[in-house]
């Protein structure tokens, strides 16, 4: 029998995104917050208690395993429970040998005062902190970071969908706009034939007079050459497919969309260098507009 076929789900992501993850467990709590914003390269910026610093390498790893590019700035709060909270002790042997020590030396003196509760407390050993166990929560903060990652991805998913539905639908005018040129191309280079030939009587008969009858035509044909833009309008179609093509790509397509962006542009310019009526010259800006808006967006797409 043959068996079924699974689509492969392609997901573009923007590199914008927050998430924030709080869990617990019988050591305490721990929160995370991660804020992604776009850059060229993935470049992470941890905030990190103390405590927890060790952790470092691996939290670096987890990054790199979920996300190729942006700025993200990671953040971890937390809070141990009370009888974690309550670990102070008291050395009673010392402050009871201050004591001792302390009338030995008033018995020979016989004068002075005594030390006070501030000064006992200041004395190196008398307080001592109770070494607390942070690997259960060491363990619990690399697992809600997973999650925290795993819901960031959701957040550049979501908008990253939206991105591409964008570039899309701006792809698909730009199409418009080439095929609208291409129908209006021999209309508009009808009008100008026919502007060149009033603005050139003179010319006409000075040529006429020479018996070059050709001169005219060549020079038209040497003028549409030169405002041919057939070749622009099929890279414009060649570049928009590749945009298509680009965004059904599994991978992190951002910095080849950005390519193609300004590929975009570039023929949009020689376009509108080239034209010689309002009609395509409309066009042009047209495109430059949308390119614009969708160059922008790019700018977010990891």
Not at 91 to 111: G, S, T
Not at 221 to 238: F, G, H, I, S
Not at 252 to 276: H, I, Y
Request: charged letters at 30%; one cysteine or more.
């Amino acid at each position: 029998m043959p068996t079924a076929k699974h689509e492969i789900q392609i997901v573009i992501r923007s590199m914008t995104a927050f998430a924030r993850v709080q869990q617990s467990n019988e050591a305490g709590s721990i929160t995370w917050e991660l804020r992604s914003v776009n850059h060229r390269y993935l470049e992470p910026a941890l905030k990190l208690p103390e405590d927890f610093r060790q952790l470092e390498p691996e939290i670096r790893k987890l990054l790199s395993k979920h996300l190729t590019r942006g700025k993200v700035d990671v953040g971890l709060r937390y809070k141990l429970e009370q009888r974690q909270q309550d670990g102070i002790s008291l050395n009673e042997d010392i402050v009871h040998n201050l004591r001792e020590v302390e009338q030995q030396v008033l018995n020979i003196v016989h004068e002075g005062s005594k030390m006070s509760v501030a000064d006992i407390l200041s004395w190196p050993g008398v307080i001592t902190d109770v070494e607390r166990d942070f690997s259960s929560l060491n363990a619990l903060a690399l697992s809600s970071l997973e999650n925290a990652l795993e819901q960031l991805q959701q957040g550049r998913e979501t908008e990253g969908k939206a991105l591409e539905e964008m570039i899309r639908s701006r792809c698909a005018q730009v199409s418009e706009i080439v095929a609208e040129l291409r129908k209006h191309r021999p209309q508009m280079m009808t009008a100008l034939r026919e502007k060149w030939e009033a603005n050139l009587d003179d010319k006409l008969k000075q040529w006429r007079e020479t018996a070059n009858e050709n001169r005219l035509e060549q020079e038209l044909v040497m003028l549409a050459q030169k405002l041919d833009v057939e070749e622009e309008l099929d890279r414009l179609d060649t570049h928009v497919a590749e945009v298509i093509n680009v965004l059904g790509r599994d991978e992190a397509v951002g910095r080849r969309l950005d390519f193609l962006m300004q590929e975009l542009n570039r023929e949009a310019n020689t376009l509108g260098s080239k034209s010689q009526d309002s009609a395509t010259t409309q066009h042009a800006v047209d495109l430059k507009v949308l390119i614009e808006q969708m160059r922008e967006q790019v700018q977010n797409i990891e």
